[in-house]
């Protein structure tokens, strides 16, 4: 099992990012994926999910409105749209799959907010 997420950066206040996790390793189109955060000095906390058929999105209270995850299942990939960042977005996002095997996390993509 892989995850590799990309497409982070530094943007400014306002600004626009969208990550994306390439996943191998595994049925990636029957499997629920999940976009955790960690900024620095903090737990990680849950950004957003999505299930297979990419009909149930649940979102953190913090990021509804302006995140949107969605998911390519014929390129075993789960996005992450993110507008009108702020600084407090600023963190390593990382993806994440739960499987009978176990629970398994990606490198992380680190996000910067700033001006």
């Known amino acids: 099992v892989q995850l590799v997420e990309s497409g982070g950066g530094l943007v400014q206040p306002g600004g626009s990012l969208t990550l994306s996790c390439k996943a191998s390793g595994f049925a990636f189109r029957f499997e629920h994926m999940s976009w955790f955060r960690q900024a620095p000095e903090k737990k990680r906390e849950f950004v957003a999910s999505?299930?297979?058929?990419?009909?149930?999105?649940p979102y953190a209270t913090s990021v509804r409105d302006r995140f949107t995850i969605s998911r390519d299942n014929a390129e075993n990939t789960v996005y992450l749209q993110m507008n009108n960042l702020a600084p407090e977005d600023t963190a390593v996002y990382y993806c994440?799959?739960?499987?009978?095997?176990?629970?398994?996390w990606g490198k992380g993509t680190l996000v910067t907010v700033s001006s």
């Open positions: 999505i299930d297979p058929s990419g009909t149930n999105t």
């Open positions: 994440k799959t739960i499987l009978d095997e176990g629970t398994f």
